[in-house]
């Protein structure tokens, strides 16, 4: 199964979730997508993802995360012993949203929302240190990210398979050329 983990005020409609699902539906496989619409309280999260991976069909997991997505995927991957491909992830994502602390809105769906320090302290309790198995993780970087310094990433998941393209933006910009490196990993 592939699980697809967007970003901060994303959601299923983010272009790179619709992209990799397409792909996995033009192959026959959409049955093996699970893209959810991820709650704004980590905690919950982090729930909702384990709580449907409990009750589908035994097999592997490989988790996609874009940025906070990313730091998600991170956290799931090192507890359940699951691979994952990170996309601009999001390192020590506490630190990262301190300053967005006050209303927010959804890109895609408009909900409004307040980002509290109560995120930040479910954020802060997800964190890692570091990850214990480099050959679990996949980064995907680009270096024109424009919301995350990619050097991060790079330092974070050392040791790990590293892709990581000049230019380019926080979105990923040419993901799609991706697909099969995914479906390989």
Known sequence: MIVYLHGFNS????GKARQLGDHLAALGRLADYYCPALP??????IARVEAHLARARPGGVT????SLGGFYATFLAEKHGWKAVLVNPAVHAHKLLRSALGPQTNWHTGEKWVLTEAHIAELAALDLPRITRPERYLLLAQTGDEVLDYRDALAYYTGARQIVEDGG???????ERHFQTILDF
């Open 169 to 175: 933006d926080h979105g990923f910009a040419g993901f």
């Open 63 to 66: 988790l996609v995360g874009s």
């Open 40 to 45: 704004n309280s980590p905690r919950e999260a």
């Open 11 to 14: 959601s299923p409609a983010s």
